[in-house]
């Protein structure tokens, strides 16, 4: 009778239509999928009403009929096309032209003589058999190698697992954008359970590529709002990461994840006294992630002080109580790493490479938390080790106003442990000259001297005068013949390399006039100069020489 108007599809499935009817006019609204109407409704509805109405009947008919003509008019299109548009065949066409049967008969054909087509078509439509546990697991035993213990995987098997694992990821990724957690969980399921022990067995790059795709899923998984599962989903996830942890063999590249995963939940009573009573349960030593999950756990409900009286069970281990205070480093357990570090620190259980290592992670918390006691304290430290100018200039930046008394403090106990090596170049940097000057002069040492040459030759250069003839006599003092001022002038060739020509011919014309019966000197020491100027250069020495 012409009542509908307005039909339109909104979205896909999703039709709305206007309808008058009692001199009224009506919204309809329809979701149809091609086997079934899945909802409708209608503006002329009472409250309490679920039987259709006429206004939603015509339309229904309206739409069926709108969707007969587009038919025919597609197969009206595909008959009357010119033979020439056949010359170009595409899988668009052939869909058209060609029947369900004869389609799903290509397909079975097909599957039979290609098994990529055939593990292909099982991945894409894997989420069809709803009536199953995981079939997941069933696709992947179908696309895993039949050697899996074998290193010597062949290329087309890695292929084909990589091919399929690509398609799974996209189903992934479908799952997470539509919020569907039990497919989501079902194939992180069954790539977790299947893929990593195939790649444990593997030699790199295979077994860092399979572990890649386990590592992705993994996160998407445990990224899941707890908002899209249900109290059951949660718990199924939390039980399977628990157990997958747990395992005698699990890749080393997922602990950190699952450990963070873990404890986080572990201020609610169940997951904590879950974790408590594995490792309560489990043999002395525990293994390294038993011990970093229970240490994880006791730092995320604010018991530092417990994580300590745990690894005092370890003092015999003390790389196994530096592994896990990393661990802790890992998870972000900041005032944990800092309590354990200091302490097993004062034990002195530790190596030197162990040791640093301990003092960094806790130098890193403590930047972390800006802890400034602990920086400053730790910043000192590292100089006094190593002597190094970056550590000097963090130090002295983060002091700020305090670093007058800092500086004072850091002199005393450098003056008080007598290295020189870290002594002097915290005088060169706080331009401490005398002090610099004085300690040169105590230690003699030409080498050490060397390293503020450029300075001191700007500022001192008297000083430096006087260090290398003082050095350089008392050597000749006890040295003789030609071996002795080849010495003398392989020491001297440095201050020319510096551009210090001058000052070495003061130096030389000075020991020259010291050692007066020393023939050999002057010709050997004239060698420091190039040819062309070594006429030149001698001349003033032999006039200091006669002087």
């Known amino acids: 009778m012409g009542a509908v108007r307005q039909l339109q599809e909104m979205e896909k499935h999703f039709w709305m239509a206007k309808v008058t009817g009692d001199d009224f006019l009506y919204e309809v609204e329809a979701i149809i999928t091609p086997h079934k109407i899945k909802a409708y409704t209608c503006e002329c509805w009472a409250e309490g009403r679920r039987l259709m109405c006429p206004h939603i009947a015509a339309a229904l008919l309206k739409i069926r009929q709108f969707l007969d003509q587009k038919a025919a008019a597609r197969q009206a299109q595909v008959e009357n096309r010119q033979p020439e548009s056949l010359a170009r065949i595409s899988v668009q066409n052939i869909l058209e032209m060609a029947s369900m049967d004869e389609i799903a008969g290509f397909i079975q054909a097909y599957s039979r003589r290609d098994r990529d087509f055939a593990l292909a078509l099982k991945t894409w439509f894997t989420n069809k058999f709803t009536g199953m546990d995981n079939p997941y697991r069933f696709l992947l035993d179908a696309a895993l190698p039949r050697h899996p213990g074998s290193r010597a995987l062949r290329d087309p098997e890695i292929r084909r697992l990589r091919k ?7 189903q992934l990724a479908t799952a997470v954008a539509g919020a569907n957690a039990q497919t989501l969980f079902l194939l992180v399921v069954a790539i977790l359970e299947k893929i990593t022990p195939l790649a444990l067995h593997l030699d790199e790059p295979r077994r860092s590529t399979l572990l890649a795709y386990c590592q992705t899923a993994l996160q998407q998984l445990l990224q899941m709002p707890d908002a899209h599962l249900s109290p059951e989903l949660r718990e199924k996830r939390w039980h399977f990461v628990f157990e997958f942890l747990t395992q005698p063999q699990h890749p080393l590249e997922l602990e950190s994840t ?16 879950a974790i408590r009573t594995l490792f309560d349960h489990t043999p002395y030593p525990a293994p390294p992630a038993v011990l970093s999950l229970f240490l994880t756990a006791l730092a995320q409900r604010e018991m530092p002080e417990a994580v300590v009286r745990v690894l005092r069970d370890y003092s015999e281990r003390p790389a196994q109580i530096k592994e896990a205070i990393a661990a802790l480093s890992q998870q972000q357990c900041w005032m944990a790493v800092m309590l354990a570090g200091e302490y097993f620190l004062d034990q002195n259980l530790f190596n030197t490479g162990q040791r640093r290592e301990i003092e960094d992670l806790i130098m890193d918390a403590a930047d972390k938390t800006a802890d400034k006691t602990r920086q400053m ?14 550590t000097f200039a963090r130090l002295k930046s983060l002091a700020g106003p305090e670093w007058p008394v800092e500086q004072r403090r850091l002199l005393i ?53 006087d260090f290398y003839f003082n050095i350089l006599s008392d050597y000749l003092a006890d040295h003789f013949g030609k071996p002795a001022s080849g010495h003398v002038r392989a020491t001297l060739s440095g201050l020319l390399h510096k551009g210090q020509s001058e000052l070495a011919r003061e130096i030389i014309g000075a020991l020259i006039a010291r050692f007066p019966d020393r023939h050999t000197l002057p010709e050997e020491l004239a060698e420091i100069f190039p040819k062309t100027n070594k006429q030149q250069a001698f001349h003033p020495i032999a006039a200091n020489h006669e002087s």
Do not use: W
């Open 413 to 465: 106990e450098l003056q008080l442990a007598g290295d020189a090596a870290k002594l002097a170049p915290f005088l060169a940097a706080e331009n401490q000259l005398d002090d610099l000057t004085h300690l040169l002069m105590e230690r003699r040492d030409l080498a050490l001297l060397r390293q503020y040459e450029d300075l001191l030759c700007r500022e001192r250069k008297p000083f430096v005068f």
């Open 377 to 390: 304290t730790y910043l000192r430290l590292r100089y006094r080790q190593y002597g190094q100018t970056d």
């Open 164 to 170: 399929t694992l690509d398609d799974l990821q996209l």
């Open 258 to 273: 699952l450990i963070g995963f873990l404890s986080r939940t572990a201020a609610e009573e169940a997951p904590f006294s």
